[in-house]
């Protein structure tokens, strides 16, 4: 099968909310080919007039590692179709399975156009939030390899980003938790996420530059659950909370 058809087939899976065959293994493709995949798939998005809003991180902790049975960091797009409001809605019936998890968000406030340091973060990152990602992979059973995923945009299907606010010099040590109607559901800590999440930064702005990508100035990153995801559940509020940066929520109908 040719790339583009492996595109159109999770293009298609995503917009009707039904899985797919995981398709990998049996197409033989290389992560290289998987990345080409997505990037078709973006491609499909931009044509029916959704927009680039930035990047996402995946796999930057162990508790997601464990949890998806994959071994490597990898990175996806994220649109415009794709953000939640804070204090929004969302439809169950809009998803195959979906899951949620608690993240930091990252405001870009100057493009990034090549591979920056963690010295060099300030020069680009001002703002910073806490934020709910909702992934929902596109293969039966919520089952996949590391070409699968990323062929898959990583899962991407929402994010929802609380009030942005001033970062901080070291963020390294700031407790995180996911809530279902105020109970605690999944509770970690900012360094799961490579030691420190602005890590997730330098890696995606290495992972850009070598895919010939820009991270512009106001998009996005999100640098990937601190924590292992949960399934989400119909009238149900989620709520993510980051120490010293508030909260963020919406509510999932049936
Ligand atoms: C892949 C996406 C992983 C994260 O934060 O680690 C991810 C998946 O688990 O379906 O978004
Ligand atoms: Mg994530």
Request: negative net charge.
């Amino acid at each position: 099968m040719k790339l583009t058809s492996v595109a159109q087939i999770l293009d298609q899976a995503a917009k009707e909310a039904k899985p797919v065959s995981q398709m990998a293994e049996v197409e033989g493709y290389t992560l290289k080919e998987a990345y080409q995949i997505q990037s078709y798939s973006i491609q499909q998005r931009i044509e029916r007039g959704e927009k680039i809003t930035g990047f996402k991180l995946g796999f930057t902790s162990k508790a997601k590692m464990e949890q998806m049975g994959v071994h490597d960091l990898i990175w996806g797009v994220l649109t415009d179709q794709m953000k939640i409001e804070d204090g929004g809605e969302i439809s169950m019936s809009n998803y195959i399975h979906p899951r949620a998890e608690p993240e930091v968000a990252f405001l870009v406030e100057n493009t990034i156009d090549k591979e920056i340091s963690l010295a060099e973060i300030p020069n680009y990152i001002c703002k910073m939030a806490v934020a709910i990602e909702v992934i929902d992979s596109r293969y039966e059973n919520f089952k996949f390899s590391l070409e699968d995923v990323v062929a898959d945009n990583c899962s991407s299907i929402g994010y929802c980003i609380g009030k942005w606010k001033d970062t901080a010099d070291s963020i390294q040590d700031l407790s995180i938790q996911l809530k279902f109607d105020e109970e605690l559901v999944q509770g970690g800590n900012t360094k799961a996420v490579l030691e420190n999440p602005y890590q997730s930064v330098v890696e995606l702005s290495r992972l850009a530059t070598e895919a010939g990508l820009k991270i512009e100035k106001g998009q996005i990153i999100l640098a990937g659950a601190a924590t292992a995801a949960e399934w989400m559940k119909k009238d149900t509020k989620i709520q993510a909370h980051l120490q010293d940066f508030g909260e963020v929520s919406f509510k999932v109908k049936a």
